[in-house]
Nanobody, 126 residues
Framework: QVQLVESGGGSVQAGGSLRLSCAAS????????MGWFRQAPGKEREFVTSIRWSGDSTYVAYYAESVKGRFTISGDSAKNTVYLQMNSLKPEDTALYYC????????????????WGQGTQVTVSS
């Protein structure tokens, strides 16, 4: 069983920044791929970004077009923690952000990751 705990959400004005964290239980990084999704009110959950480890300290990142150049995913395998740095936030980024862990690389086509966190709210005001 994998437990994912997100933190770092909050309210910010447009143009501001937030950093989300996702702490995973156990040796999650060695067994699962990690990513972030979000769900805005009245909308379906959507892929934001994911990470694929390619070595002890290197990884490949994937991003939704809507966040490319503004969001950065990173991870610390020693801490079993994934981060989402969000810059130049826009009101349309307002959503509940979920961390996810999956047995395969997470992409926009990944509808049901193996594990979800409880979500952390991000609110961006104009």
């Amino acid at each position: 069983q994998v437990q994912l705990v997100e933190s770092g959400g909050g309210s910010v004005q447009a143009g501001g920044s937030l950093r989300l964290s996702c702490a995973a239980s156990g040796r999650t990084f060695s067994r699962y791929f990690m990513g972030w999704f979000r769900q805005a009110p009245g909308k379906e959950r959507e892929f934001v970004t994911s990470i694929r480890w390619s070595g002890d300290s290197t990884y490949v990142a994937y991003y939704a077009e809507s966040v490319k150049g503004r969001f950065t995913i990173s991870g610390d395998s020693a801490k079993n923690t994934v981060y989402l740095q969000m810059n130049s936030l826009k009101p349309e980024d307002t959503a509940l952000y979920y961390c996810a862990a999956h047995r395969a690389v997470i992409t926009a086509a990944t509808m049901t990751p193996d594990y979800w966190g409880q979500g952390t709210q991000v609110t961006v005001s104009s």
